[in-house]
C-alpha cells in the first residue's frame, strides 16, 4: 500500500473513528431528549415575563457565546429575558459558531472592547458549550476586561471525546480537538470567577466533564436540563441567573 494512503487513513481514523467508548459518553436515551427543544423553546417563550422577574439583574454588561454550530440567533430568547431582568446582555456579533478560529480570541476582544466602550466596567462572559471554551481562554489572556464566566453545559475537563459532538467539531473547524488553533489549557481555571452549570440530563456532554473538578472551577451547579435547554428552557435560563447573582456575590 502506497505510505500517502496511510497517512490519509490515519488523518480519517483520528477525526472519525477513534475515540471512548460508548460507556464513556451520555447515553442515547439522553442525547434523544434534545429533541424537546421545540418544547422548551415554546414554554419560556410563554414564561418570559415571569422569567425576567426572578432575575435580579443589575446592569452588568454580558456576552454570550454560543455552542458549535449555533448563531447568535439560538441565544435571543436567553438574552432579551436577561435584558428585561435589568443586565445589560450583548450577542457575540460573529453569526454561526463554525469551530475555532487562529483570531477567535481576538475577534472576541474586539467585540468585549466595543461593548465596553462608554462603560469601562468589565464583562461577563456567558458561554454555551464550544462557546464556554472561547470564553475561558479569552478570560485567560484579557482577565482585567473579564469580571467573570459562566460555562453551560462545556466540556473543559476530563477527555475531549467524552460527547457526542467531538466528530462534528473536528468535521466542521478542520482541527483536531486536541490541536485546536490558538493556545488552549481546557482544565486550567481562569483567573476570574466561574461557574459551570452541568446536567446529568445533558446528552450531548459527559456531566461530569461539564462539571469540573475542584481547581478547575470556582462553582459548579446542577441543572435540570439538556444540552439544547440550557439555552432555551426555563430551567436553563434561571439557572443563567442563578450563577450571575452567585458570582457577583
Given at each position: 500500500?502506497?505510505?500517502?494512503?496511510?497517512?490519509?487513513?490515519?488523518?480519517?481514523?483520528d477525526?472519525?473513528?477513534?475515540?471512548?467508548?460508548?460507556?464513556?459518553?451520555?447515553?442515547?436515551?439522553?442525547?434523544?431528549?434534545?429533541?424537546s427543544?421545540?418544547?422548551?423553546?415554546?414554554?419560556?417563550?410563554?414564561?418570559?415575563?415571569?422569567?425576567?422577574?426572578?432575575?435580579?439583574?443589575?446592569?452588568?454588561?454580558?456576552?454570550?457565546?454560543?455552542?458549535?454550530?449555533a448563531?447568535?440567533?439560538r441565544?435571543?430568547?436567553?438574552?432579551?429575558?436577561?435584558?428585561?431582568?435589568?443586565?445589560?446582555?450583548?450577542?457575540?456579533?460573529?453569526?454561526?459558531?463554525?469551530?475555532?478560529?487562529?483570531?477567535?480570541l481576538?475577534?472576541?476582544?474586539?467585540?468585549?472592547?466595543?461593548?465596553?466602550?462608554?462603560?469601562?466596567?468589565?464583562?461577563?462572559?456567558?458561554?454555551?458549550?464550544?462557546?464556554?471554551?472561547?470564553?475561558?481562554?479569552y478570560?485567560?489572556?484579557?482577565?482585567?476586561?473579564?469580571?467573570?464566566?459562566?460555562?453551560?453545559?462545556?466540556?473543559?475537563?476530563?477527555?475531549?471525546?467524552?460527547?457526542?459532538?467531538?466528530?462534528?467539531?473536528?468535521?466542521?473547524?478542520?482541527?483536531?480537538?486536541?490541536?485546536?488553533?490558538?493556545?488552549?489549557?481546557?482544565?486550567?481555571?481562569?483567573?476570574?470567577?466561574?461557574?459551570?452549570?452541568?446536567?446529568?440530563?445533558?446528552?450531548?456532554?459527559?456531566?461530569?466533564?461539564?462539571?469540573?473538578?475542584?481547581?478547575?472551577?470556582?462553582?459548579?451547579?446542577?441543572?435540570?436540563?439538556?444540552?439544547?435547554?440550557?439555552?432555551?428552557?426555563?430551567?436553563?435560563?434561571?439557572?443563567?441567573?442563578?450563577?450571575?447573582?452567585?458570582?457577583?456575590?
Amino acid at each position: 500500500m502506497p505510505p500517502y494512503v496511510d497517512a490519509v487513513s490515519s488523518f480519517w481514523k483520528d477525526r472519525f473513528l477513534s475515540g471512548p467508548t460508548a460507556a464513556e459518553r451520555p447515553s442515547l436515551q439522553h442525547l434523544i431528549g434534545n429533541f424537546s427543544l421545540p418544547r422548551d423553546l415554546a414554554r419560556t417563550r410563554a414564561q418570559a415575563a415571569s422569567l425576567a422577574a426572578r432575575i435580579d439583574g443589575d446592569g452588568r454588561p454580558i456576552l454570550l457565546i454560543p455552542g458549535l454550530m449555533a448563531s447568535e440567533r439560538r441565544m435571543d430568547l436567553m438574552r432579551h429575558i436577561l435584558c428585561a431582568a435589568g443586565y445589560d446582555a450583548h450577542d457575540w456579533g460573529q453569526g454561526r459558531n463554525f469551530g475555532p478560529r487562529p483570531d477567535s480570541l481576538e475577534r472576541i476582544d474586539r467585540r468585549v472592547d466595543a461593548i465596553r466602550r462608554g462603560n469601562d466596567a468589565p464583562v461577563t462572559l456567558v458561554g454555551w458549550s464550544l462557546g464556554g471554551l472561547y470564553a475561558r481562554e479569552y478570560a485567560k489572556v484579557a482577565a482585567e476586561k473579564v469580571a467573570g464566566v459562566v460555562t453551560l453545559g462545556t466540556p473543559f475537563s476530563g477527555d475531549p471525546r467524552a460527547n457526542h459532538a467531538w466528530r462534528l467539531y473536528q468535521f466542521v473547524s478542520g482541527f483536531s480537538v486536541d490541536r485546536p488553533p490558538f493556545p488552549c489549557a481546557r482544565e486550567e481555571k481562569p483567573p476570574v470567577p466561574t461557574l459551570a452549570l452541568w446536567s446529568r440530563r445533558d446528552g450531548v456532554i459527559l456531566p461530569e466533564c461539564a462539571k469540573g473538578r475542584a481547581g478547575e472551577r470556582d462553582k459548579a451547579m446542577e441543572v435540570d436540563c439538556t444540552h439544547m435547554g440550557f439555552a432555551a428552557a426555563p430551567e436553563g435560563i434561571l439557572a443563567v441567573g442563578r450563577a450571575l447573582a452567585a458570582i457577583r456575590d
